[in-house]
């Protein structure tokens, strides 16, 4: 049996057409929650090198970050530099290698937390694999413990917190190993 140039147009035409209507009839009944989930998943706004000045309560902060991309309601970073000027005179550095921010909680974790606390006194160097920070209290949390040290001695403690004048409150008690001899 042979068929006509027109009729084997005609078939291939009907077959296009029924396989556009399967595709649409697909898509017509997509589950939107599963579009969402689908979007959420997928990797936010990146921006680099971003540096930005704040005053807050006379004191100038100053942040730098190298790398951050918004995921969500947060925001995470790699290798953040935080700079605060105290009023009262003195300074406080913090880097951290990883944080995150969250805009929901008004909320902040920093990992591998490196920093220095200067008053005109005495600079006290700072450790500690995580910093939590939390804008209701306005305080700082070190969960997973905390080191200070200077030239004379080193504090240890496996868990403390620190209030925004700077007084360091042990949650867990702590060690103090004297680094000078007392004269």
Do not use: H, Q
């Not at 942040?63 to 918004?70: D, G, M, S, W």
């Not at 920093?115 to 500690?128: A, I, K, Q, W, Y």
């Amino acid at each position: 049996m042979r068929m006509r140039r027109g009729g084997l147009w005609l078939l291939m035409a009907c077959l296009g057409v029924a396989v556009l209507v399967r595709y649409v009839m697909r898509d017509i009944r997509l589950d939107v929650d599963l579009l969402r989930e689908g979007l959420l998943r997928m990797p936010g706004i990146v921006i680099e090198n971003l540096e930005f000045d704040r005053e807050i309560s006379g004191d100038a902060w100053r942040v730098r970050l190298p790398f951050a991309e918004k995921l969500g309601e947060g925001v995470s970073v790699r290798s953040i530099d935080i700079r605060r000027r105290l009023a009262s005179g003195g300074e406080w550095y913090f880097f951290g290698s990883y944080g995150v921010y969250s805009n929901d909680e008004r909320a902040a974790v920093l990992r591998g937390l490196l920093g220095t606390l200067e008053t005109p006194d005495r600079v006290l160097n700072l450790e500690s694999p995580e910093l939590e920070w939390r804008e209701a209290r306005n305080e700082f949390r070190f969960p997973l413990g905390l080191t200070l040290y200077d030239d004379e001695f080193v504090l240890r403690t496996p868990e403390a917190s620190m209030d925004e004048s700077g007084v360091v409150l042990l949650e867990k008690g702590g060690s103090v190993t004297w680094t000078k001899p007392l004269r």
